[in-house]
């Protein structure tokens, strides 16, 4: 690890400014993947500017009667919220779903948006990777890619994006709230990460010096037909290779409105609205789910190793599907990791 100082930053306008003046500042939250990184040598920042102390903790009413996510609450904190557990189940099954009881204890909800690819290559500095080094080349594409993309892939890059926490959010609308140099913004959900095209070390298409400070929800009711289904190597404490969040409105065995989105299988969360369109007015049925699982993948590409992933992400779809519209929760880590 490089040698590096240490601030506290004493206010959002001021955090960016001190980004702005100096590329080798970092900011820092619950530290959980960006001190790995720095052990790794792939992070090498010359001072990292600690967020924890803005004031941006609650969890409160958004404008819209939605809910507002502190950017500095803790993952635990958000997924264990009264009004998450009632109002966005959704999301506190993905948040559930992922890392440890204690890594979700020191996680952000902003950290958790910025978190790197696992792709072991990334985290290699003996191979080559254009995430980490742009124009060196990427050893997943011939290489051992079992964890890689199947959608939205580029010949440049095929890492997945590993957040569970983001797919939830991705599927339930959410916009993220940002402050830069130039003010405050909103950004939608779909359009805060970006596929890797010819810019793979681009994860997300914030400027280095813009916040995040908090999430929203919208005021919307999935809270009685979502499903988050995770597939990973073993039950607990593993990264997705495939994941799901699933929401339906029904009116009777009618849908009128489906929310889908895949983890494990892009460079960010895939949402695809079309699909979602066309599960509207359509009868919850097995048959129904089927399309659109099929449609859901039509564009998938398999790499060798990860080409199971595109019959799992059809397979896992369906069973999401139905669970959300049979209002039963999936057997999840809501049981064995139950905490605060
Ligand atoms: C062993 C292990 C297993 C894990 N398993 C899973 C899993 O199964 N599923 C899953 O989803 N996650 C998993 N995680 C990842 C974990 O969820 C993330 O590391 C965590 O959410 C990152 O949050 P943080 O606050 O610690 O971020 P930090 O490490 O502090 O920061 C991460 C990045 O975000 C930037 N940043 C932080 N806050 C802000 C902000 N407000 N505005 C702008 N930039 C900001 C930092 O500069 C840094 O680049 C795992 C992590 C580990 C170590
Ligand atoms: S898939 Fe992306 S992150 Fe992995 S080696 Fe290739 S360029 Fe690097």
């Known amino acids: 690890m490089n040698s590096f100082t240490y601030t506290r930053a004493t206010g959002v306008e001021a955090a960016v400014r001190e980004k702005a003046a100096d590329e080798g500042v970092k900011f820092i939250a619950g530290g959980t993947n960006l001190l790995d990184l720095m052990k790794e040598n792939v992070e090498r920042p010359s001072r990292l500017l600690d967020l924890n102390h803005l004031p941006l903790k609650s969890i409160e009413a ?17 997924a264990w919220d009264e009004q998450v557990k009632q109002r966005y189940p959704l999301l506190n099954q993905a948040i559930l779903a992922g890392a440890s009881p204690q890594l979700r204890n020191m996680a952000t909800n902003g950290g958790n948006l910025f978190q790197r690819t696992r792709c072991y290559y990334f985290y290699d500095l003996a191979t080559p990777c254009n995430k980490r080094e742009p124009g060196s080349g990427c050893s997943a594409i011939g290489g051992y890619n079992r964890i890689h993309a199947i959608l939205g892939t580029s010949e440049s890059c095929i890492a997945t994006h590993p957040s569970d926490m983001c797919i939830g959010l991705a599927a339930l609308n959410a916009t993220v709230q940002v402050t830069g140099p130039n003010g405050e913004r909103t950004v939608k959900f779909e359009d805060f990460h970006r596929l890797p095209e010819d810019k793979p070390e681009l994860d997300t298409t914030l400027a280095p010096d813009e916040i995040v400070t908090a999430i929203d929800l919208p005021n919307e009711d999935f809270s009685q037909h979502f499903s988050y289904l995770k597939l990973r ?11 799901v969040a699933a929401a339906l409105q029904l009116d009777g065995n009618t849908i009128k409105e489906a929310r889908l989105a895949l983890g494990g299988v892009a460079h960010k969360p895939w949402r695809d609205q079309q699909v979602e369109a066309m599960l509207q007015g359509q ?13 859901m993948v039509a564009t998938a590409q398999g790499y060798g190793h990860n080409t199971f992933k595109i019959e799992l992400a059809k397979r896992a779809i369906v069973r999401a599907l139905k669970q959300a519209a049979e209002g039963t929760q999936q057997a999840s880590d809501i049981f064995t990791n139950s905490n605060p």
């Open 283 to 295: 009868p919850a049925t097995e048959d129904t789910f089927r399309r659109a699982a099929a449609a």
């Open 62 to 78: 958004a404008p819209d009667g939605g809910l507002r996510l502190g950017a500095l609450a803790t993952n635990a904190e958000t």
């Open 233 to 243: 190597d073993r039950q607990s404490y593993a990264f997705a290779l495939v994941s």
